[in-house]
């Protein structure tokens, strides 16, 4: 597998991922290549290891073997903290928000804005405005609308929710955006910005990881799909209608045209 | 958007419905209103305990003619002052998710080795020194157990402390209790400022007060004003995406047991200076009206939940019907069975919160649509 372009270079790039949980083979030898402004679909029935993949990449579980580098700077193995300093951000499929906190407070949930600088972190005094102010900006600038900006973010929808946790990402990524399911729990407008914003990334030159179950959305925006079936790539192909079939029948596995 | 395959039509049909759940309401302000009495009575539960405190003070004052007295509030204040402050640490720990059983037994071992250094040395510093020291270490071993020791849960090592702690402060004192406490630590636990007006030379006004509040405006400045405390709440909220954010959970953990244990030891201070003496058993089962506190003040067992001032009016509660019911004269029974209604009460309240909490997002959500 190599990008479409020879003059543009890898990103991200996972090679061999293995990942066993206790008897399941959750990975089982899957490799991806994204390069900047590149959106790759990933693909794949329940089950396929689809999130155990970006939660290997986002630092979250540890390969059993396999490397995952970032502009050829090996990331294998480091923490979430680390590859997230490193400009990868991840949107988890169980969204990973603090219900407690509010918008602001779930923005900055570990690299608070406060100071002075000479204190050790966690003794540092917030700057509460602050968090508000630029949470209320970016928020405005993407055209995300939240009822209470102080209110946990418990009790918004399920849609605001998302919303808050896309937009955290978006703003805080400067190499690699991973999405898992993003729209799932969204109605048809607030789908339709999240795959804005994803086209907005994109021309940014960020690399874009999006899992998602709607192929309209993969159609929409991404520019490769890569199939996983358990824990495998079946296949990769540019998910235009004509090969909407093909990529189907790797994902259900249905055995014609199945590549290693 | 090209065509529309599955599971785009899913989606519409889920709007469908959510239009038709609107519009199948008589008028379009019905969900509003009922929107505006659920955040209203939302408002009215957060609240909380201090609708207990309201209630219980005006049910007492029209029940006792000396409960409505300077004296007997400096006493009440004065009762409550240690369950406050061993308050004050169990809700750092109950944000967490945790539970910290051992605070009694620390406030006994703490107050016991303070006074040993005071019978000994008879330097005020290091008995006071000695008496914050022990507690916070005591706090410490319950976090290093419970976060490096891997024990499934809190309750594990600050139960094992609980026995451990009073077993340590029984050996020290040889089940006795020693008497005697520094002077400044005597005006502490038992000092009244004579210059509060209301009753007579002495006054009422306990000093033991004015720790609470001091200890309390420390606790409201960490946890809202600094990144720690931002971070408390975070882990007691989703230790997990914590984790992945990059909180230090483990160290955020290690922290707030070892300040829950300083707080049994400033617990121990108020308690020596109280009686001039420190027990070996003096904080005997104090965690849990401790526990009783953070509970009636509303914070969450599930973590994540909880505010300073609530947990004091909680502390209040318990206090302030003890000393009613005791001044009316019933049974002292009563009163603990009365305070196991009162927890059951307060609970049953936040529920009920969290009901009318789930009805507003559920509205917002079909608002949104
Ligand atoms: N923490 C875990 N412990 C044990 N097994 C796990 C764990 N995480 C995932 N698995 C298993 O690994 C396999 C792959 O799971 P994964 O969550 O990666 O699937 P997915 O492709 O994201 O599916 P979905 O579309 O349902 O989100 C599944 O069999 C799952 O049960
Ligand atoms: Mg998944």
């Given amino acids: 597998m190599s990008g479409s372009d020879p003059t543009s270079r890898p990103v991200l790039e996972v090679r061999d991922a293995r990942k066993r949980f206790g008897a399941v083979t959750a990975l089982d030898g899957v490799s991806l290549v994204v390069e900047g402004g590149e959106v790759l679909a990933l693909l794949g029935d329940n089950g396929a290891g689809k999130s155990t993949l970006i939660k290997a990449i986002s630092g979250v579980h ?3 073997s396999g490397t995952v580098t970032l502009d050829g700077v090996d990331l294998t193995g480091a923490n979430a903290m680390t590859v997230r300093a490193n400009g990868i951000e991840t949107v988890y499929q169980d969204l990973a928000l603090f219900d407690n906190l509010d918008p602001a407070a779930n923005f900055y949930a570990g690299r608070e804005l406060a100071g002075p600088a000479w204190l050790p972190p966690p003794l540092r005094f917030l700057r509460h405005g602050q968090m508000a102010q630029r949470t209320r900006e970016l928020l405005d600038r993407l055209q995300v609308s939240l009822p209470d900006l102080d209110a946990p973010v418990a009790l918004m929808s399920g849609g605001q929710r998302q919303a ?22 969204l109605g048809l407008r607030e789908s339709g910005r999240v795959i804005e914003l ?35 790539a079946v296949g990769e192909a540019v998910p235009t209608a004509e090969n909407h079939e093909l990529l189907v029948s790797w994902i259900v596995g249905a055995s014609a045209g199945a590549a290693g | 958007m090209k065509q529309p395959g599955g599971a785009t039509v899913a989606v519409v049909e889920v709007e469908n419905e959510a239009t038709a759940t609107a519009g199948g309401e008589p008028t379009a302000a019905a969900p509003a209103a009922s929107h505006h009495v659920l955040t209203l009575s939302l408002r009215v539960m957060q609240l909380g305990p201090a609708m207990i405190l309201v209630t219980l003070v005006v049910v007492l004052s029209l029940l006792s003619d000396v409960f409505l007295s300077f004296e007997n509030a400096g006493n009440v204040m004065k009762q409550s002052a240690v ?89 020290l004192s040889h089940a006795q209790t020693i008497q005697g406490a520094p002077p400044v630590v005597n005006t502490l636990g038992a000092g009244r400022l004579g210059w509060i007006p209301g009753a007579g030379p002495i006054g009422w006004f306990p000093v033991a007060t004015l720790v609470v509040v001091g200890v309390a405006a420390v606790v409201v400045l960490i946890t809202r004003g600094l990144v720690w405390g931002r971070w408390v709440y975070a882990v007691g909220g989703n230790p997990e995406a914590a984790v992945r954010n990059g909180i230090p959970v483990p160290s955020v953990l290690i922290s707030v047991y070892a300040l829950s244990g300083l707080m049994a030891g400033v617990a121990a201070l108020l308690t020596m200076g109280k009686g001039n003496a420190a027990s070996p058993t003096s904080g005997s089962l104090a965690e849990l009206d401790a526990i009783a506190a953070v509970i009636i003040g509303g ?65 917002q959500a079909v608002a949104a649509q």
């Fill in chain 1, 164 to 185: 808050v946790a896309v937009a955290r990402a978006v703003a805080f990524s400067t190499r690699v955006v991973i999405l898992d399911e993003p729209t799932a729990a």
């Fill in chain 2, 83 to 171: 369950v406050c402050v061993l308050a004050l640490g169990q809700l750092l720990v109950i944000l967490t998710r945790g539970i910290d059983l051992s605070v009694g037994s620390n406030l006994s071992l703490s107050g016991v080795v303070g006074a040993i250094v005071w019978r000994d040395h008879r330097s005020a510093a290091a008995a006071i020194l000695a008496t914050l020291a022990t507690g916070c270490v005591v706090g410490m071993v319950n976090g290093l157990l419970y976060v490096k020791g891997r024990l499934p849960h809190p309750f594990i090592p600050t139960l094992a402390m609980l026995t451990a702690a009073s077993g340590l402060a029984l050996y």
């Fill in chain 1, 62 to 64: 540890h390969l059993d």
């Fill in chain 2, 299 to 363: 914070a969450s067992f599930l973590g994540g939940r909880g505010r300073v001032i609530n947990a004091l009016t909680g502390a209040l509660v318990i206090a302030v019907l003890r000393n009613g019911l005791n001044l009316l004269g019933i049974d002292p029974n009563w009163q603990y069975m009365a305070t196991g209604a009162v927890i059951v009460l307060a609970v049953e309240l936040d529920v009920l919160r969290g009901h009318v909490e789930g009805r507003v997002r559920s509205l």
């Fill in chain 1, 198 to 232: 994803v086209r907005r990334l994109k021309d940014d030159g960020v690399a874009v990881i999006l899992i998602s179950h709607s192929m309209d959305q993969v159609q929409a925006v991404a520019d490769r799909a890569l199939v996983l079936r358990r824990g495998r």
